[in-house]
């Protein structure tokens, strides 16, 4: 069973730049998450998805950070403008059970 | 307010069995409890959940009392490779759902020293 995907693994812009994140979930899994970890920190959920609909938002930083989950499946997080505080790892993840599945993270880097 | 509170670190040497407590004195009537096992540069991994009494599966058991304002994870005869940060999670099912809430707390950074 493939797991999670996410891309890119690695990205470095400049301070007010916009990024956008990809994931592609395991295949029939309805929830999808996404987090932000800084380094040393608990991952914090920024995101989550049941289908294409919204679950909980309510820690998504809504004026620069925006998401979305076309037909269920895929899912685009993006950042417009990047602070240096957005500095982190960016983990999706899926499930449809107990158990959710994380993907590698992309590692961001605001310079 | 934090929903749970975890030992920050912990050591333990090869072979012995490492208990890690969590308290969550508000847990809900609908939360379960779940733990994940994140090592550096890699995403958290499942290693169990539970809702009350004790869970056991291939890698770890759990322990919930009856007032299940605390769990224990319960690791048997830890090896170098169980160095990680160990994460407990309180939350409820999604409706319609048979996914959770993940909401992460700080977690636990075993160290397993040979």
């Known amino acids: 069973e493939a797991g999670v995907a996410q891309s890119p693994r690695y990205k470095i812009i400049e301070k007010r730049q916009s990024v956008a994140f990809w994931c592609n979930p395991i295949s029939g899994h309805a929830t999808l998450y996404w987090y932000q970890q800084i380094l040393g920190q608990g991952p914090k959920l920024l995101i989550q998805?049941?289908?294409?609909?919204?679950?909980?938002d309510s820690q998504l930083p809504k004026d620069r950070f925006s998401a979305e989950r076309l037909k269920g499946v895929d899912s685009t997080l993006k950042i417009q403008p990047a602070k240096l505080e957005d500095s982190a790892v960016y983990l999706c993840?899926?499930?449809?059970?107990?158990?959710?599945?994380f993907g590698q993270g992309t590692r961001l880097t605001v310079v | 307010l934090a929903k749970t509170t975890q030992p920050i670190s912990m050591d333990s040497y090869e072979g012995q069995e490492v208990n890690i407590t969590c308290s969550h004195n508000n847990i809900a009537t609908n939360d379960y409890i779940t733990w994940y096992q994140q090592f550096p540069s890699q995403g958290p991994r499942f290693i169990i959940q539970?809702?009350?009494t004790k869970v056991t599966n291939e890698v770890a058991s759990l322990f919930i009392p009856a007032d299940r304002k605390s769990s224990t994870l319960s690791l048997p005869r830890v090896s170098l490779s169980d160095t990680a940060v160990y994460y407990c999670l309180v939350g409820d099912r999604l409706r319609g759902a048979g996914s959770y809430q993940l909401t992460f707390g700080k977690g636990t950074k075993l160290s397993v020293i040979p």
């Open positions: 998805f049941q289908n294409n609909g919204v679950v909980d």
């Open positions: 993840a899926s499930s449809s059970t107990a158990e959710a599945f």
């Open positions: 539970g809702y009350k």
